[in-house]
């Protein structure tokens, strides 16, 4: 028995987002099936069609850029039948690249919402439990004064994650495997080799690794519907959830902060950590202000 992280990452290039956020959702083994074909219903009953038939698929910033509030609410609530039929010709006029009509744009904005708001539901119907770490946009360049051998060290954001991840794990006395977006090899064959840097030359890493298999996979996002539902959770994490006392008081898009706040903190691990001993409170979101200096 184990639980799976699907991660993925949103706010890296450092230019728009508020935050770097990494992370995504935990869900136990025997719910993975479940979820899967529960998605691709949705998928179906909210666009009439796979995405990936088109050349497309689940991500947040498709589902919820701000044009798709606006065209959402530019009608009426269309008929499901209509609104599939109306996001299929949508679909098919990008491949023939033909311009949508205003229906169609309504039709989709307002299946993108749903399938957006259907995720959490189906994350919330299976028990998923959501992990990740919050960096504010430019913080994440070391500062000249840092150790070039820092370069060559988990991050502490991936390290807060992990942390988070274990506690959950320990309480629950299972496995935990790590699923990651693919990126680029060389990229990738880097972070994995800090990662098992971590987990073999660290006592925390080796404490760790008790519970987290220290090997993660990487999988293309657009053939693992799982990973592109952590983009829509991390993707709305980024735009709408904060918590002050934790750091996080960066300008919300107050669309998606009423819609998916509230989901986000039912979804969000909430448990204990320890140290040294002492117990303390703990929560699968954190913000990591600073990467290269110790924190209490």
Known sequence: MAWFLFM???????????????????????????LVKDAHALELECFGA????YKSEIKGEKLLKRERFKH??????????????????????????RSPTRAQLTAYGQAS?????????????????????AVPRGAAAPPSSVDPKMEVILRKDHTFLLERFFY????????????????????????????????????NGRERARWIVPSPFFVSSDMALPVQMADVVIYSLNWGFRHAGDGMTAPVRQEIADRFAPRIERLKWKGSGYDRSRAFPSFGIVCVPDLFTRRE
């Open 72 to 97: 959402a609410a530019q009608m009426e609530e269309i008929a499901d039948t209509e609104r599939q039929q109306l996001c299929r010709a949508l679909l098919q006029g990008g491949l023939e690249k």
């Open 168 to 203: 959950f794990l320990e309480k629950e006395r299972q496995m935990g495997i790590l699923v990651m977006d693919e990126v680029e090899k060389t990229e990738d064959r880097r972070f994995v080799s800090k990662l098992h840097s971590y987990f073999t030359k660290t006592s």
């Open 113 to 133: 919402l749903k399938m957006a708001e259907g995720i959490f539901n189906l994350l919330e119907r299976h028990k998923a439990r959501i992990f990740a770490t």
């Open 50 to 53: 796979r995405l990936e038939d």
């Open 8 to 34: 993925d990452e949103t706010g890296h290039d450092h230019k728009q987002m508020p935050y770097e956020v990494r992370g995504g959702f935990a869900l136990h083994d025997e719910a993975l099936w479940p």
